[in-house]
């Protein structure tokens, strides 16, 4: 065992091996790295990103205006806004601020919809010049980036 | 005036030799530019093939496949302020990088390119090389000094302790092969042109000589070579986790650039003298197992082959350029360049060039591998520790190249004894 150690060493095999592993993976087809603007990534669908209410295939949106989600998040940071039917008896929903600034994409408020309403989509290009921006309101959550949502 | 210029053109010596001052001139143009173009293609060359080893794509964005990354970082760096310490010492800062170019550049004068392109054959070549090579390292101990501040100065005491020892061994197997250089003849030759002439004459690369001798001297050469030039593993004066840059930390823009330079060319200096030693110069390839005519004009079709192979790669991955606006401008331009590459590669199949270019091909050719060599073991090995360096360097390749040596005289005694006995 010592000596067939000591002939490799001699004949460095260990290092030739070495060179092999780096000299196998010049093949460019293993490359892993996208260029980004002209690749566009492959995002997961678990993914948590840009804040969308959804909507049926009526187009009406889901959102019951619980404010479940406001009560979840731990920043506090979504503010549900809405006005009772006279009519109906039913909650409609009026405004929906989301401040996007603030937000750390746990995840909760989705967590914590009855209705699956609020999704964080996959939709991941967000940033922006000024702070007020991130200040999302109702028509940004309808119609913001459409990222593909994701059923739980 | 005219006549004498037109006069060397039917000579066949270097224009060193001949005493032609236009054509020295000339050729010494031709290889600092050469040289200088080798460097900055290396330069690219290096951070794709790093990129690859390490599964990156390396510089894209400027240039087809990042082709013009090297003339942009060079712009960047001329352009970029030239600081110097407020306590350096001024004229041993300014002086330690043009002393390392200097000596950098000086080796060329004797590598030959082939057994006419060379720009003078010295009859103490090997020795004048190694000697100018080694000069080196006051520049680098010069920097580290001028700069007045600690790792400048630890990097340029390690660097100077390395290439030192290093120089050595290195040294003792380049003595093997002046020895192999007398078997032949009687008498051996420190001319680098000679050394090739007595491989051509001996039908054997000095590898391959005396079999595992040539083939261990080289081994200890192309180790000793990459310690010499403070390249990775053995970039110790530059360990960034230790000496931030080692002798380099205080230079900036132009001054670095310069530095950059030199390490460049000394790497292709010391691989021309690997080259030019053990593995037959400008000579081609095979010449005892694919000989005659017929071979000789096959190998001497390869350097055009070469270029218009090249072209062909060109225009295949200009049909694969994205067809967007952002990229038009590379794609024609990879297109131009596959042309001019083509057209050099047809001017290259003319009988009356390729004669003439084939044994610059081949020279080109075996001092590239040599640099890929450098890189590889760049991207493949960790960096040693300086004990682990200074062990290598005096425990086991200086006595290694000294046993090269013993055996390379006793080997040569022993054939000539029996050529006497023969006869």
Redesign the interface.
């Known amino acids: 065992m010592k000596i067939i150690e000591m002939v490799r060493r001699f004949l460095l095999i260990d290092l030739l091996e070495g060179m092999w592993v780096t000299f196998r993976h010049q093949n460019p087809s293993d490359l892993v790295t996208e260029q980004y603007p002209m690749n566009r990534p492959e995002i997961s669908d678990r993914f948590r990103g840009q804040p969308r209410l959804v909507k049926d295939e009526n187009g009406k949106l889901l959102c019951t205006a619980c404010g479940a989600c406001a009560l979840a998040c731990p920043e506090k940071l979504i503010k549900v806004g809405s006005l009772r039917d006279p009519e109906t008896k039913k909650k409609v929903l009026t405004d929906f601020d989301f401040d996007l600034g603030r937000c750390m994409f746990c995840g909760l408020c989705e967590e914590a919809c009855p209705s699956n309403a609020l999704n964080l989509s996959s939709g991941y290009e967000l940033a922006l010049y000024t702070r007020e921006g991130l200040e999302l309101g109702k028509d940004q959550l309808e119609n913001g980036i459409q990222g593909k949502v994701y059923d739980k | 005036m005219i006549q004498s210029i037109l006069r060397y053109l039917h000579s066949d010596v270097t224009p060193g030799v001949a005493g032609n001052l236009f054509w020295v001139v000339v050729y010494v143009l031709l290889v600092f530019a050469g040289i200088s173009v080798g460097v900055i293609f290396m330069n690219w060359f290096e951070r794709k093939?790093m990129a690859?080893?390490?599964?990156?794509?390396g510089p894209?964005r400027v240039g087809p496949h990042g082709l013009l990354q090297p003339i942009a970082d060079a712009l960047k760096l001329i352009i970029k302020e030239d600081l110097m310490p407020a306590n350096a010492d001024k004229i041993v800062f300014w002086f330690a990088p043009v002393c390392v170019v200097m000596t950098a550049f000086c080796g060329f004068i004797v590598v030959p390119f082939g057994p006419t392109h060379a720009i003078t054959d010295m009859n103490i070549g090997v020795l004048f090389m190694l000697g100018v090579s080694s000069l080196g390292v006051l520049g680098v101990i010069m920097a580290g000094w001028a700069s007045n501040s600690h790792y400048p100065l630890m990097g340029s005491l390690r660097s100077g302790a390395q290439m030192v020892s290093y120089e050595i061994a290195m040294s003792m197997t380049v003595v093997s092969a002046v020895m192999m250089t007398s078997m032949a003849t009687g008498t051996g030759t420190l001319s680098m042109i000679g050394i090739v002439q007595a491989q051509l004459q001996q039908h054997t690369w000095f590898a391959f000589s005396f079999f595992p001798v040539g083939l261990t001297a080289l081994g200890v050469f192309s180790i000793a070579m990459v310690a010499e030039t403070n390249r990775a593993p053995f970039d110790l004066p530059e360990a960034e986790s230790e000496l931030v840059a080692g002798f380099l930390t205080e230079y900036s823009g132009f001054r670095w650039s310069l530095f950059f330079l030199a390490e460049y060319a000394g790497m292709i200096a010391v691989s021309s003298i690997a080259t030019t030693l053990w593995l037959g110069g400008w000579l081609r390839p095979f010449p005892n197992l694919l000989g005659g005519k017929n071979w000789d004009t096959a190998f001497s079709l390869v350097p055009g082959i070469t270029f218009v192979a090249l072209a062909a790669l060109c225009l295949f991955y200009f049909t694969r350029m994205?067809s967007?606006r952002a990229m038009r401008a590379d794609a024609r331009g990879l297109a131009a360049f596959g042309g001019v590459l083509g057209v050099i590669g047809i001017v290259m199949l003319l009988p009356g060039v390729r004669v003439r270019v084939q044994d610059i091909y081949w020279f080109t050719l075996k001092v590239g591998f040599f640099m890929y060599l450098y890189i590889?073991?760049r991207?493949?090995?960790p960096r040693y520790r300086f004990d682990q360096l200074m062990k290598i360097g005096w425990k086991v390749l200086l006595p290694i190249s000294i046993g090269v040596v013993i055996m390379t005289a006793l080997i040569g005694v022993r054939q000539e004894l029996l050529a006497l006995v023969w006869r």
């Open positions: 093939i690859h080893m390490q599964v990156r794509m894209m994205p967007i590889w073991y991207t493949t090995f």
